[in-house]
Each structure stands twice: as C-alpha cells, then as structure tokens.
C-alpha cells in the first residue's frame, strides 16, 4: 500500500515536496514512480527512480523536479520546484521490482490515495 502526501496549493514559482510511504517488506529492491492525472486527461507518468537509484523525468518537469528515495523509511519524494500552473493535477505513486513497468504506468496491483496539488498563476 502506497499513501502520497504533502499536496497543496501553492503560487506559480513555489515549491512542494511530495513524500509517499510504502508498507510491507523488500522496499528497496523495487523501482519507484510518481504519476499524475489532471481533470480530463490520462494519468502521465512524471518521474521514476529505479532500485539502483538511477532516475527519468518527463520533459515537462526537467530540471525543476527531483526525484529521491530513501529505503530506510521507505518512502519516495517528489521536490517540485518553480511550479506551474499546468502541473496542477493530483499525485499519485506507484512501486514495482521491474522499471519498465514502472515507466510504462504499470499495470500495477491497485493504486493508492493521491495527493492534490493545485497552482495558481
């Protein structure tokens, strides 16, 4: 089970910080991804973070966000910085051992609860 958290609103050129928590075992030997879904469109994925802690972002977000994960907490991060207003949209993560899963948006076991960021322009 995966819980995003740290949504908000915020003005365009903030900052969030996403952070989702994962429970049960063997955290650390699976790649991890943060997707979002806007009103009307299909769920995109955002960026990735593979067990070896190499990473891919989508273009719209290089080099503003970044990726990290630490395995001791279990949990995955998501710094957004110099926000838009077209990165409005609800979060949401997603973990599987294989990254090219996790790059194609699954198919995954369920989805957890999102976290809403709104940016205002």
């Known amino acids: 089970q995966l819980q995003a958290s740290g949504g908000g609103l915020v003005q365009a050129g903030g900052s969030l910080r996403l952070s989702c928590a994962a429970s049960?075992?063997?955290?650390?030997?699976?790649?991890l991804g943060w997707y979002r879904q806007a009103p009307g469109k299909r769920r995109e994925l955002v960026a990735s973070?593979?067990?070896?802690?190499?990473?891919n972002y989508a273009d719209s977000v290089k080099g503003r966000f970044t990726i990290s994960r630490d395995n001791a907490r279990k949990t995955v991060y998501l710094q957004m910085n110099s926000l838009k207003p077209e990165d409005t949209a609800v979060y949401y993560c997603?973990?599987?051992?294989?990254?090219?899963?996790?790059?194609?948006?699954?198919?995954?076991?369920?989805w957890g609860q999102g976290t809403q960021v709104t940016v205002s322009s």
């Open positions: 997603n973990k599987d051992p294989r990254w090219d899963r996790v790059l194609a948006g699954g198919p995954f076991v369920s």
């Open positions: 049960g075992n063997f955290f650390g030997i699976n790649a």
């Open positions: 973070i593979s067990s070896g802690g190499s990473t």
